[in-house]
């Protein structure tokens, strides 16, 4: 079944679910700047409007537009800037 959850003051918003790719979710964020912390390998593709991320080791911000993917190692963190309402999907390892 599907599981809501929300973050930062329902700024961003998840739903998790299960299928052949394995445990996923898509969610939406509202302009802002979030840091979020992995458990596990996380494979993050947006969807609609983009990203600003930064690593937990990088140097410098990448830009993520709609169905590209970043890669955020396990047991680490990233940083996200949005300057607009922005849609993702992620998939975990």
């Known amino acids: 079944m599907f599981k809501t959850n929300t973050y930062f003051e ?3 918003v998840s739903i998790a679910f299960k299928n052949s790719e394995g445990r996923a979710t898509v969610g939406v964020m509202a302009p802002g700047a979030y840091t979020f912390g992995t458990t596990t390998v996380e494979y ?4 609609s409007g983009s990203m600003e991320v930064k690593l937990k080791d990088a ?3 990448s830009t993520y537009t709609p169905y590209q993917t970043f890669k955020v190692d396990a047991n680490s963190s990233f940083d996200v800037k949005v300057t607009e309402d922005t849609s993702y999907k ?4």
């Open 10 to 12: 329902d700024k961003v």
């Open 59 to 61: 140097t410098v911000w």
């Open 90 to 93: 992620c998939v975990y390892e």
């Open 44 to 47: 993050m593709t947006v969807i």
